[in-house]
C-alpha cells in the first residue's frame, strides 16, 4: 500500500488502467478497499475494486478489476496530509506482503513508497523499507539497495548517510560484503553468468594517487583485491565522473558507489520516470518504484505510474530468474 495519502494510491489505479497497453503482470494490491474506490472516485477514473480473500484470486480478477486483499483496519487518508494513525496499517501491508511471499502465495513484493516521517512518529524504528525488510529476514541478512533502469544498475555501499559522514563509514569489509551480494544477484536474479562490477571512487579523480584523499588507497583498492581474489570481475576504483557515459556503462553490468547521490543523480537523470529500486541480498524479491510519496500531487491525477510499471515487470522478472535455478 505505501503511504495511503502519498500517490501510491494513485499509481496503483493508473498501472491497472494501463494493463494491456503496457503490458502490466496481473497483481493484487494489499491495503483498504475503501480507501482505495475513494481515491477512485477523487481521480475520476474508472477501475473496479474486486475484494479478494486470498492471494490465488487474482488470476481471474485482474483482467477485469484491481483486485484488494483487505487489510484488518480501515484506513482513512487524505491526500497530502500523512497521519501516523495509519503507521499500523502501513506497516501491517509490509509484514503481510512479506508472510505471503514466504509462504508462496505470492511470488514479489512490491512496495509503494512510504512517508518515514509519519512512521517514525508512530514509533518505527528503522531507516526505511531496505532495512524493515532486513529486519523481517533475520539476523544473517544484508540487505543491498539496488536502482535500475535500462542500461545502468547502480548499488551505493553507504547509503542515507550525511556526506559529512561517508568516509568514516566507508570500510573495505562493507565494499566487500556488498560487491558479493551485487554479484550474486547479477547471477541469481538478473541471469549475467559472469557479472562485471565497476567501483568508483570516493574522491575526485579516484583520489589522484592519493594526492585528493586516501580512501581509494587504503580503503577501496584492497577491497577490490579481496573481491577478486574470489574470481569476482571488479574494475577499479574509477573516477565517478567518467563511470556513466554511454561507453562506459557498457564496460560493466553494475556499479558500486560510495554514497547516496553518486549512484542516483546518475541514474535518475538517464531515466527518471523508470528508475526501480531493488533490494537484493534477502529471500524476498523486493521491488519499489524509484521515487518518494509526493504528496504535492496525491490525488491530482498528475502521477507517473512507470516506475511502479516498472517495478512490478522487474518483480516478475526476477521471481521467473530464481524459479528457473531452483528447478
Known amino acids: 500500500m505505501g503511504e495511503p495519502s502519498g500517490i501510491g494510491p494513485d499509481i496503483s489505479l493508473a498501472a491497472w488502467s494501463r494493463r494491456a497497453s503496457a503490458k502490466v503482470p496481473p497483481f493484487f494490491l494489499l491495503a483498504c478497499p475503501g480507501l482505495i474506490r475513494q481515491r477512485a472516485r477523487l481521480l475520476g477514473v474508472d477501475v473496479p475494486i474486486v475484494e479478494i480473500a486470498a492471494p490465488h484470486e487474482t488470476a481471474s480478477v485482474f483482467p477485469a478489476a484491481l483486485p484488494v486483499l483487505p487489510l484488518s483496519r480501515s484506513v482513512q487518508a487524505k491526500p497530502g496530509r500523512p497521519d501516523p494513525s495509519n503507521a499500523k496499517s502501513v506497516l501491517e501491508s509490509i509484514e503481510t506482503a512479506t508472510e505471503l511471499f514466504t509462504q508462496g502465495a505470492a511470488s514479489a513484493i512490491v512496495t509503494n513508497p512510504i512517508q518515514k516521517a509519519a512512521l ?30 535500462p542500461g545502468l544498475r547502480v548499488v551505493p555501499v553507504t547509503v542515507h548517510k550525511p556526506l559529512s559522514a561517508v568516509p568514516k563509514a566507508l570500510t573495505s ?49 584492497p577491497a577490490i583485491a579481496a573481491l577478486r581474489s574470489e574470481g569476482i570481475d571488479v574494475s577499479g576504483p574509477r573516477p565517478a565522473d567518467t ?75 526476477i521471481a521467473r530468474a530464481r524459479r528457473r535455478i531452483s528447478a
Open 120 to 149: 517514525y512518529e508512530a514509533g518505527f524504528e528503522h531507516p526505511g523499507h531496505t532495512e524493515f525488510f532486513e529486519f523481517l529476514a533475520g539476523h544473517f541478512a544484508f540487505a543491498v539497495m539496488m536502482l535500475a533502469v
Open 173 to 221: 569489509d562493507l565494499i566487500v560484503r556488498t560487491g558479493r551480494t551485487v554479484a550474486a544477484s547479477l547471477k541469481d536474479d538478473f541471469g549475467i553468468a559472469a557479472p562485471r562490477l565497476a567501483v568508483a571512487g570516493l574522491n575526485p579523480h579516484a583520489g589522484e594517487a592519493g594526492t585528493i584523499g586516501r580512501e581509494e588507497i587504503e580503503i577501496i583498492a
Open 243 to 317: 563511470l556513466f557515459h554511454r561507453e562506459a556503462r557498457a564496460s560493466y553490468d553494475a556499479a558500486l558507489c560510495m554514497y547516496h547521490d553518486q549512484a542516483l543523480i546518475p541514474l535518475k537523470t538517464i531515466d527518471f520516470h523508470q528508475g526501480v529500486n531493488v533490494t537484493i541480498g534477502l529471500p524476498f524479491v523486493r521491488t519499489s518504484p524509484d521515487h518518494g510519496t509526493a504528496l504535492d500531487i496525491a490525488g491530482t491525477g498528475k502521477a507517473d505510474p512507470r516506475s511502479l510499471i516498472a517495478a512490478l515487470k522487474l518483480g516478475r522478472d
